[in-house]
C-alpha cells in the first residue's frame, strides 16, 4: 500500500504543481461550496419579485443587477449552481456506470458480444449529442430529471469505447494471464485487475464530460427543455436575457459567464489529469520538475 499511496501523493503534487490545474480544482471547490450553501449565500430568493426595482444595472444594492421582474441576479446565478452540479453529476455518474459496464463485458470476452454491444453503442453515437438528448426528452417530456436522464444517455458510448479500449490493453497482461492461471473468477478478474489498472482514461472522461454534461444542460433549458420555472438555471436565464441585451446586458452576461467558468475549470482539471495519469506526460512533467528543482538549488556565479 505504500508504493500506491506515495505514487498517489507524487501525481497529487504534480496536478497541484500545476497553475492550470489548480486554477480549475480551486474553482469547482469554491462552486461546490456554492452550491452547498446556496442558501446562506444568496442575497435574497430565486423568484422574490421586485417589479420597483426591475432592470437595475449592477451597484451596491443589487452585484449583478436585476431582471426584468426585478429579480436579483447574483441570487439567481448562486442558485442556479446548484442544478448545474446536480445535472452533470447525476448524468455523467449515470453514463459512467453504464458505459463502464458495457465496456467492460464488451473488452473482456469478446467475440458476438462485444459486436453486439458495440453496435448497440455505435447507433446511439451515430446521432449527435443534442439531437440525441432532445428526442429522449420528447419521449419523456421536459425538465430537470429526463434532462439527466437524456444527458446520461448520450454519453453511454463515450464511456462504453474508452473503456473498451482500455480493457482490450490491459487484459492480455501478465498480472491478468498470471490470475486466471490461478482460478480467479471472471469477475474477480474484471473488477480487481482490469478495471483499476483501466481507470486513467476513465478519469480522464469523466472530467471533459462533466464540463460538456454541463453545457448540454445549459442548451437544454436555453430551449425550454431542461429546468422548468420557478427553478433557476444558468440556461434559462440565458434564455430570458437574450431580448435584453442591448437593454440590460447583465441579465445574460453573468450567467454565461457562469457557464464559461465552470466549463473552463472542467475542462483545465482534465488537461491536469491527463499529464498526470499519462505514463509518458507524467515521466516529461516530473523531469521538468527534477530539473526546475536543481537550477533552484544551484548557487549563481558572481563576477
Not at 430551449?223 to 434564455?239: E, F, I, K, N, Y
Amino acid at each position: 500500500m505504500r508504493p500506491q499511496r506515495s505514487r498517489f501523493l507524487a501525481g497529487a503534487r504534480l496536478l497541484l504543481g500545476s497553475p492550470p490545474a489548480l486554477f480549475g480544482a480551486l474553482v469547482l471547490v469554491g462552486v461546490v461550496l456554492l452550491a452547498l450553501f446556496d442558501d446562506q449565500i444568496a442575497p435574497s430568493g430565486a423568484n422574490e419579485v421586485d417589479v420597483q426595482q426591475r432592470l437595475q444595472p449592477p451597484g451596491a444594492g443589487h452585484w449583478f443587477g436585476t431582471d426584468d421582474l426585478g429579480r436579483d441576479i447574483l441570487s439567481r446565478v448562486v442558485l442556479g449552481a446548484r442544478v448545474s452540479l446536480q445535472v452533470g453529476v447525476v448524468a455523467v455518474g449515470f453514463s459512467l456506470v453504464c458505459g463502464v459496464l458495457v465496456g467492460l463485458f464488451a473488452g473482456f470476452y469478446g467475440r458476438w458480444l462485444d459486436t453486439a454491444l458495440m453496435r448497440l453503442m455505435d447507433v446511439l453515437f451515430a446521432f449527435p449529442a443534442m439531437l440525441l438528448a432532445i428526442a429522449v426528452i420528447a419521449v419523456l417530456g421536459p425538465g430537470t430529471t429526463n434532462a439527466m436522464i437524456a444527458i446520461g444517455i448520450t454519453y453511454t458510448p463515450v464511456f462504453a469505447r474508452v473503456t473498451r479500449a482500455a480493457v482490450l490493453g490491459v487484459k492480455e497482461s501478465v498480472f491478468v494471464r498470471a490470475s486466471r492461471s490461478v482460478g480467479a473468477s471472471d469477475l474477480r478478474l474484471l473488477f480487481r485487475h482490469v478495471l483499476p489498472n483501466a481507470l486513467p482514461p476513465i478519469i480522464v472522461q469523466t472530467s471533459v464530460s462533466l464540463a460538456f454534461a454541463v453545457l448540454a444542460e445549459a442548451a437544454l433549458s436555453f430551449v425550454g427543455l431542461g429546468t422548468q420555472p420557478p427553478d433557476p438555471s444558468w440556461g434559462r436565464m440565458l434564455a430570458e436575457g437574450r431580448g435584453y441585451v442591448d437593454l440590460a446586458w447583465w441579465i445574460a452576461v453573468f450567467p454565461g459567464l457562469a457557464i464559461v467558468v465552470l466549463v473552463l475549470a472542467f475542462n483545465l482539471l482534465g488537461d491536469g489529469l491527463r499529464d498526470v495519469l499519462d505514463p509518458q506526460q507524467r515521466s516529461a512533467l516530473e523531469a521538468a520538475r527534477a530539473r526546475s528543482g536543481r537550477r533552484r538549488r544551484t548557487p549563481r556565479r558572481t563576477s
